[in-house]
């Protein structure tokens, strides 16, 4: 096997390095990638009127884009980086070579390895965003309001919480996989900026059909499943952990769905597509503050 001039077999598979966790890390990380590209771009696209699909996908394609450039231009090291003020770190690219090949902060693989699993974390929650905002923002608005916001808000929710030095991290507050730094903050973000962009026209807001009703499930499956790697991958390590953690992701979202379904045909009688949609994204989200916390409090593993 041959090696750059420039990178040694010892610094290609440092001692310190475990090969099984670094390939878990980077499958995790490509999974979550996937529930936002394709996953959400499909979702966005099929779900609103014909008239906005193209629109609602690129604003979600648009976003991941960004986000990662930002990502490793100054958002990682704010997020993760030495502490500037105890709510956030300082901004610092994050593209040296020695910093990106060296141990990351968490888990045995290198720092390169966490800029990506985080960075595609960040780009899912501005796409989450724009969830609250199809048919209603204009995409050039779009397009300044995603590294703004990446920069004033997703980084000092990130540092505060998942930061070891983070001020919130210190007191004890736990978020497993995103239910604070993500779900939450988008949820919120998205409320506010629909409020202030305003309301659709009365026309739209009468009748919302969704496109293309297959596609749509498609989307939704393809975030079901990479499910998986978000919160399978945060105990930065292939280990039982993440087992409980995916087990526990899929069978709660499960669960969900088909308690959907129930409500649905009990109360407008009969089952509803985009109902099934909704309790499986709902379990999804509901389970992932707490997947896998027995491997912090100790916890009997058992469904939580």
């Known amino acids: 096997m041959e090696f750059p001039a420039n990178l040694k077999p010892d610094e290609a598979s440092p001692e310190w390095m475990n090969k099984a966790d670094n390939a878990w890390q980077l499958t995790a990380a490509t999974l979550v990638g996937i529930q936002s590209i394709p996953g959400l771009v499909i979702i966005y ?6 008239k906005w699909a193209v629109n609602s996908a690129f604003m979600a394609f ?3 884009a960004a986000v990662m450039v ?4 100054w958002g990682y090291r704010m997020s993760f980086g030495e502490k500037a003020v ?4 300082k901004p610092a690219v994050a593209l040296d070579e020695k910093y990106l090949l060296g141990q990351a902060f968490l888990g045995l ?4 390895t966490m800029v990506f699993f985080q960075g595609v974390f960040a780009g899912l929650t501005l796409i989450l965003i724009a969830g609250g905002l199809l048919g209603r923002m204009n995409f050039r608005a779009w397009i300044l309001f995603v590294p703004l916001w990446l920069t004033l808000s997703y980084t000092v929710t990130a540092f505060s919480i998942w930061c070891p030095d983070g001020w919130l991290s210190k007191l004890g507050v736990i978020d497993y996989s995103g239910g604070y730094v993500i779900h939450l903050s988008s949820g919120v973000a998205g409320f506010t900026a629909a409020y202030w962009v305003g309301p659709r026209t009365d026309k739209d807001r009468e009748s919302f059909p969704p496109n293309n009703i297959i596609l749509m499930l498609a989307g939704a ?25 995916v087990l526990n992701t899929h069978v709660c ?4 769905l088909i308690t959907w379904v129930i409500l649905d045909t009990f109360f407008i009688g009969k089952p509803s597509v985009i109902g099934s949609v909704q309790g499986m994204i709902t379990g999804l989200v509901c389970i992932t503050p707490a997947a896998g916390i027995h491997s912090f409090t100790k916890m009997t593993p058992l469904f939580i």
């Open 221 to 245: 499956g393809l975030l079901w499943m990479g499910w998986t790697g978000f919160n399978g991958g945060d105990p930065y390590v292939a280990s039982v952990d993440a087992s409980l953690a």
């Open 62 to 64: 648009y976003a991941f």
């Open 70 to 73: 930002c990502w490793v231009g």
């Open 109 to 112: 693989f290198p720092t390169a």
């Open 86 to 89: 105890f709510f956030l770190g």
């Open 253 to 256: 979202a499960s669960t969900s």
């Open 45 to 50: 696209g099929s779900m609103v009127k014909k």
